[in-house]
């Protein structure tokens, strides 16, 4: 999937690339009560959630 496709999936809303385990993700967000929604591609993972999000692990798409 391209990233234009991954932001589509999502509808439109602002994507972040993780680089970290998908525990830590689901730590972050439950830890800070941040609804999220994920999906991962070839290894790598990608969310949105309801609040931005600050991790310096969590870095924004954009549709390249």
């Known amino acids: 999937m391209t ?9 439109g809303r602002t994507v972040y690339r993780y680089t970290d385990s998908l525990e830590e993700l689901q730590h972050l967000q439950e830890t ?4 999220y929604n994920y999906l ?3 290894d ?8 931005p999000v600050t991790d310096s692990k ?4 954009t549709g390249e």
């Open 3 to 11: 990233n234009q496709e991954i932001i589509n999936y999502f509808g």
């Open 32 to 35: 800070t009560n941040n609804s």
């Open 40 to 42: 991962i591609v070839s």
């Open 44 to 51: 790598v993972i990608y969310f949105v959630a309801n609040d």
């Open 58 to 61: 969590a870095q924004e798409i």
